[in-house]
């Protein structure tokens, strides 16, 4: 009598189609070619959810795909959840221009089997705005605000981790909402002959957000990670990123050199710098710089770039294992 496949058994088939080199080869051209026109649309929306979360991740230029563990990797790609321990906390501030904010909340845990849950809530503010009549004179002001809930679980599978997550997308301008929702996907394995990890995520795949009568699309992308440490102490990281309908490719390469205390230590000092390639940048928002403060199973890590699409940021993030 043919046995039938259970659920944990398609899982485990599809995770080892999914690792497969060709796989990993195809996704890798999909991103370093020009793609060709795939979308009438001209640009994509939801500009919130391209922002870093992670001062760690942004000081490194968003470099995030194969080096970003824990909690913090449900922004970059959920399969670096699996990483985490019993739980993980983490809260991410950043001040932009004209008196908008970002901030950053998710909080992981440990689950039967191996796997573990992520849940995250970000949020774009812009503050109060002034209006304007056709002719300049005041006519009130106005809020605006973009914000996302997530859920995200992932798995470690022998070399591999795989991970998901489904978002809630909301975002608001004088009072017209638009909604939407966008589901994340990823992938990373470690090599144990070589001390490198490779990662590959898409991420925002979904409708986009409606408002009244129009649809904005979300900004799909496919991006694919490397990072290498060469030797104890020193991490070198690159991802290269394509934004599908907006039809552009960036590059961020990433370094990691931590003065004292090692990823197991509860104590330590990490210094942090990227630079990253994208159309239309400065030569001042090509660079990001930082550094990190590991005590007590806590880290406290600050990003600083003077120069970006927003304009000039600075990021502190507080993440906490228990």
């Known amino acids: 009598m043919k046995n039938k496949n259970t659920p944990h058994d398609t899982l485990n088939n599809a995770v080892y189609l999914l690792s497969r080199p060709w796989v990993f080869t195809l996704l890798l051209l999909l991103v370093l070619i020009p793609s060709a026109k795939i979308s009438e649309a001209l640009e994509s929306g939801a500009e919130f959810l391209r922002i870093d979360t992670d001062a760690r991740a942004g000081a490194m230029s968003s470099a995030g795909a194969a080096s970003a563990m824990g909690i913090s990797a449900i922004s970059y790609n959920p399969a670096g959840l699996a990483s985490m321990g019993k739980g993980e906390a983490a809260l991410s501030h950043s001040a932009w221009y004209l008196g908008s904010m970002h901030d950053f909340v998710g909080a992981g845990f440990g689950m039967p089997q191996g796997w573990k849950l992520g849940l995250s809530f970000t949020r774009l503010s812009a503050g109060d705005m002034e209006g304007r009549t056709a002719t300049r004179g005041k006519a009130g002001g106005y809020s605006a605000f973009d914000q996302a809930a997530g859920f995200a679980v992932a798995k470690q599978f022998g070399a591999y981790s795989a991970?998901?997550?489904?978002?809630?997308?909301?975002?608001?301008?004088?009072?017209?909402?638009?909604?939407?929702?966008?589901?994340?996907?990823?992938?990373?394995?470690?090599?144990?002959?070589?001390?490198?990890?490779?990662?590959?995520?898409?991420?925002?795949?979904?409708?986009?957000?409606?408002?009244?009568?129009?649809?904005?699309?979300?900004?799909?992308?496919?991006?694919?990670?490397?990072?290498?440490?060469?030797?104890?102490?020193?991490?070198?990281?690159?991802?290269?990123?394509?934004?599908?309908?907006?039809?552009?490719?960036?590059?961020?390469?990433?370094?990691?050199?931590?003065?004292?205390?090692?990823?197991?230590?509860?104590?330590?000092l990490s210094l942090r710098g990227g630079v990253n390639g994208m159309p239309d940048q400065s030569a001042a928002g090509a660079f990001s710089a930082g550094a990190g403060i590991k005590f007590m199973n806590a880290d406290l890590d600050y990003a600083m770039s003077p120069e970006g699409r927003l304009g000039g940021t600075q990021r502190i993030t507080l993440k906490k294992k228990f």
């Open 163 to 268: 991970g998901g997550a489904v978002k809630y997308i909301e975002s608001s301008i004088a009072g017209t909402k638009g909604t939407g929702y966008a589901v994340d996907l990823g992938l990373r394995r470690g090599l144990r002959a070589v001390p490198v990890a490779i990662g590959i995520a898409v991420q925002n795949i979904g409708p986009g957000i409606k408002y009244i009568s129009q649809r904005d699309q979300l900004p799909l992308s496919v991006s694919a990670g490397v990072v290498f440490m060469p030797i104890a102490g020193v991490m070198l990281n690159f991802d290269a990123k394509r934004y599908v309908y907006d039809k552009y490719t960036t590059y961020s390469l990433g370094s990691e050199y931590a003065l004292f205390g090692g990823a197991g230590s509860a104590y330590g």
